[in-house]
């Protein structure tokens, strides 16, 4: 298959997806969903324009992916201004912590006792299939700086934290299913994968985020050159060192990406102050869900703000457009490639681990938590309901296709995975809006 043909069937999705928008906004469907449709129909089984044998792409569709939820975690941590001791913090971490690991304990049950499966694939596609995604989950998460409702608030921190906390369950299935592990293999896992990884790469991401950040903002107001400075390049910079710092150190890459973006925020509200609006929507109104004006467009009267709020606001307005640009076309593209590979790698056995993962696990796990006063009774099943997977279980699946699963092993990990994420992006694509509108119509009535 030719570079060109991949070009130009990409070219098309896209301009679909351009000409069509404003029809697709007022659909109960959402852009992921549209594009699984395109993928099936471009696909082997549709009008054969494609192919892709995943076994030969399993490496580039990797760091493909990588790449996609790497942008997806730093735009995220961006996006969440409370303080760390707000105490809506506590909705994310209860989500990524005990409810994605009594998630992924869960459906390991239920491949174990249900499909006859053995405990290490089991644990495998369990840790695979708990994290919800920060790529696809875009509507469910906060608008921007500003929001800070308790439901897209908790889905945003959770979609922040669980892709990297999900890793080290992903190692121990790996580990599980190694025949010659040594006899401390689960000390060293316990000890490496889960105790230090974990909290190095939150530290490492913060801390940097917070440092390369001051220091920015230092040197443009000092220069006086908030303007022209290229913000694009200061996210990828950031994006790339925080991910080899914290690797290098034996941190997860994906926790210190999100925390970087997190530190860096935290520099903006030092610079701005508490209790202003988000610095880039005092030199860049926002109107409507994401749309940061262009880099570099300064609007308003700017002349009444403080050096440092002009500094903070262009330096994040852009590095905002800049990621979520890069996080929708790759969402756009890996969600055609999974339509284009899914139906020969469709198992029908994803119907029931998705209907128990999605309508019994999920909101088990959600119910379960002491929330408290933090979340009414809508709410838990509205966060129960959106644990929406996607790029992040892809990601996780190449990753495992790569690090030697045998062959039986790996068929059925890309079987169910490829086929419960679809699964995903069509159901929850469908209720996605029309539950989301009630819900913001209930939220009214109670202001």
């Known amino acids: 298959m030719s570079f060109a043909i991949w070009v130009a069937v990409l070219g098309a999705v896209l301009l679909t997806l351009a000409l069509t928008s404003s029809y697709l906004r007022w659909m109960p469907v959402t852009t992921s969903a549209v594009c699984l449709l395109l993928g099936i129909g ?76 053995s405990w290490g694939p089991s644990l495998l596609i369990g840790a695979m299939l708990a994290p919800t995604d920060p790529v696809l989950a875009a509507l469910v998460q906060v608008n921007d700086a500003r929001d800070v409702d308790s439901v897209r608030f908790g889905l945003s921190g959770e979609a922040g934290l669980n892709d990297g906390i999900a890793f080290p369950f992903v190692m121990l299935g790996l580990l599980l299913l190694q025949a ?32 390369i ?31 080899v710092g914290a690797e290098a150190i034996g941190g997860y890459g ?35 869900h994401q749309n940061i004006e262009p880099q570099n467009a300064v609007h308003g009267d700017t002349e009444q703000l403080e050096s440092s709020q002009v500094a903070a606001g262009i330096m994040m307005g852009d590095m905002l457009s ?29 119907l029931v681990i998705g209907a128990v993962l999605f309508c019994v696990v999920r909101p088990l796990c959600v119910a379960l938590m002491p929330w408290g006063n933090l979340l009414d009774g809508g709410q838990r099943l509205l966060i129960g309901w959106f644990g929406i997977r996607g790029i992040g279980s892809l990601f996780y699946l190449f990753y495992a296709l790569n690090h030697g699963l045998s062959p039986s092993v790996a068929t059925l990990c890309t079987h169910i995975t490829l086929s419960v994420v679809a699964l995903s992006i069509l159901l929850h694509g469908i209720s996605t809006q029309p539950l989301l509108a009630r819900y913001e119509q209930r939220q009214k009535r109670k202001n």
């Open 254 to 288: 994906f926790l210190s990406v999100f925390a970087a973006g997190l530190g860096l925020r935290q520099e903006e509200v030092k610079s701005t102050g508490a209790s202003q609006p988000p610095a880039e929507h005092l030199v860049q109104p926002v109107v409507g």
């Open 180 to 211: 010659d592990a040594q006899p401390g293999a689960l000390t060293d896992w316990l000890l490496h994968d889960l105790l230090w990884a974990v909290p190095v790469g939150l530290l490492s991401g913060y801390w940097m985020g917070r440092g």
């Open 42 to 117: 471009i696909g082997p089984s549709g009008l054969d324009l494609l192919k892709l044998s995943l076994e030969n792409a399993s490496v580039w569709m990797e760091h493909l992916t990588e790449v996609a939820v790497l942008f997806s975690l730093f735009v995220c941590g961006l996006k969440l201004r409370l303080p760390l001791r707000d105490k809506r913090w506590r909705i994310a971490f209860g989500l990524a912590g005990p409810v994605m690991v009594l998630t992924i304990a869960g459906v390991s049950v239920l491949l174990h006792w249900g499909l006859q499966l």
């Open 322 to 350: 800049f990621g979520s640009l890069v996080e929708r076309a790759m969402e756009v593209f890996l969600v055609t490639l999974l339509g284009v590979v899914l139906v020969p790698y469709w198992d029908w056995r994803a």
């Open 213 to 243: 950040g001051r220091l920015t903002l230092s040197l443009r107001i000092r220069n006086d050159d908030s303007t022209l400075s290229p913000n694009d390049y200061l996210a990828l910079s950031l994006i790339a060192l925080a991910y």
